[in-house]
């Protein structure tokens, strides 16, 4: 029984509202959610899922410990293909090239529509 969810998505941000957000548009699109609320938490529940997700939502800017930088560059040292959406309300084009070197499927800006949001998700997981 069940039907058969899309993808496995990993959302890793510091606010709660932002995770619930997310999590209520995705898994009301059929998608499987994974929540972390810091970076080292993302990579942890990333390496227990490796193989699993399909897709990670990557908060850049969260304060203490591990950045959104930090986060990317340790999650792509196990896996480069693993398909990442940058999320952020503040980005300045030095950034943008650093996180494109580091081959990301999309960026998502904050606030965002859920329309909006869904289309990113849905375009980033296109094979």
Do not use: W
């Not at 709660?16 to 994974?34: A, F």
């Not at 938490?41 to 699993?52: D, S, T």
């Not at 591990?66 to 990317?72: A, I, N, P, S, T």
């Amino acid at each position: 029984m069940g039907t058969q969810t899309k993808a496995t998505i990993l959302i890793v941000d510091d606010e709660q509202v932002i995770r619930d957000l997310l999590r209520r548009c995705l898994e009301g699109n059929d998608y499987e959610v994974l929540l972390a609320q810091n970076g080292s938490e993302g990579v942890r529940i990333f390496l227990e899922n490796q193989g699993k997700i399909n897709l990670i939502i990557l908060d850049m800017l969260m304060p203490g410990g591990m950045g959104g930088e930090q986060v990317l560059g340790q999650i792509r040292e196990v896996d480069a293909q693993v398909k990442v959406l940058i999320c952020s309300g503040f980005f300045s084009p030095d950034h943008m090239e650093i996180l494109r070197q580091l081959g990301i499927a999309g960026i998502i800006k904050k606030p965002c529509l859920p329309r909006e949001f869904m289309q990113e998700v849905e375009k980033a997981l296109q094979p």
